[in-house]
């Protein structure tokens, strides 16, 4: 096999790593989700139940969804306990991805098109947006999704059901996709495989929303439905339509001309199906599995296009994933930030932040805003502000950034015994009193 996918996809590997890792140190990650993820990998870590304050004191994540994939990265964060674990973990998931793509695309259009194709997936909007929106048990499904569906391609339906059914345990919403697998080989031919794969998809994904998460969840039902989607809203929404444009025209409308490509229809209907803008759009990371079946089935096509004329496609075929990378490098992405100097710098009010942060001990309970949750659920026990603190919940300590939705929270804090001990540039450290006391201030005040 020739190096060049892997070569490919070691270098989206750096490239993943970099851009998230120096978001993260910026702090411009998230409590939602990277510190959700986190606490409940950091549980699986040492053996108990996957535990998200975040989401609300003792709160169990397979009660929101269910992803139990996410205990594999439990060794790594043993061994590295920190987010960045994560988002590296992330980077070479999705970078790992890649290398299905390349390799069916340099054999089905050529050494320098293969190439060209499998950049131009790596550098997709929706391996991007994947990558800059914290860590998401979704990486988990992106190169598992794209080796099954390059099994698909080349008709190996055992190998590639084998490849689809572990994306079940991914997300109870992969269900979808692994359906549509087994429909499309029912389809091609093998009829008794692919009606137990869609079988087998349709109870596991029943079983998780009906019995499995409700089970969990502390209202005993299903938290997400018709109107999913806790995001806040876009600024600009984005309609259904530009979202399926979005899909297609980078691979040049090449894509249509494989039915590989229906495999993204139900998942993408199901989320066109809720009241959530948020889900119908490109943003987060809700497009992420889509890439590998829509870049594959551009492989296909175009492949398809050659067997029927010998004379002049064959010229096309080569051509088009070129000009698909030069769209994808035309388009401003979050990995081009990594070519400016200045977005690899910390800035002072960060490194200040940290200190300030630092003044909290190890094991605390913690109320922290969103941007700040994810530089503490390494060490402390984090849960939402805004959520907490309430009279009857009251921890130790709580972060604030100031932000005009936090307004409220703040001003009822003295009532709940806190008091401010610590202040800086972005952020300020309030601790409740003891023992009818104020602990003495630590930092800058």
Known sequence: MSSSPRLLAGLLFAAYSALSVNRHRQMRSTGYDLGIFEQAVRSYAHLRPPIADLKGPGFNLLGDHFHPVIVFAAPFYRIFPSPVT???????????????VTRLAIEFC??????????????????QQAVVFDFHEIAFAVPLLARSVELLARRSWRAAAGWALPLL???????????????????????GLGALVAAVAVEVGALAVVIIIPAFNPHHSYPYGKTAGSISSLPVPVTKEETVLALIA?????????????????????RFWTSSPNLWGTRFHYNAVLMPIVFIAFADGLARMRASDRVALPRAARVAPILALLGAMSVPQPLWSLL???SWR????VRTAEALLRTIPDGADVAAANRVAPQLT???RVFRFLSEPTPRFRPEWVVTTGAPYEQSMIAD???????????GTGITIYRRTVYGRHPPAAGRS
């Open 340 to 342: 400016d100097p200045a």
């Open 346 to 349: 910390v800035p002072e009010q």
């Open 169 to 191: 345990l991914v997300k109870e919403d992969q269900a979808f996709i692994v359906a549509a697998i087994g429909a499309y080989i029912f389809w091609r031919g093998r009829r």
């Open 110 to 127: 050529g050494h320098r098109a293969g190439v060209c194709l499998g950049l131009a997936y790596g550098l997709s909007w929706g391996i």
């Open 378 to 380: 390494g060490r402390c």
């Open 413 to 423: 804090l003295p009532s709940l015994g806190y008091r401010s001990v610590a202040r």
């Open 250 to 270: 980078p691979t040049l409308f090449f894509a249509l001309r494989s039915p590989l490509v229906l495999i993204a229809a139900p998942s993408l209907l199901a």
């Open 86 to 100: 994560l988002l590296v973990l992330q980077a070479a998931l999705l970078a790992l991805s890649a290398v299905p």
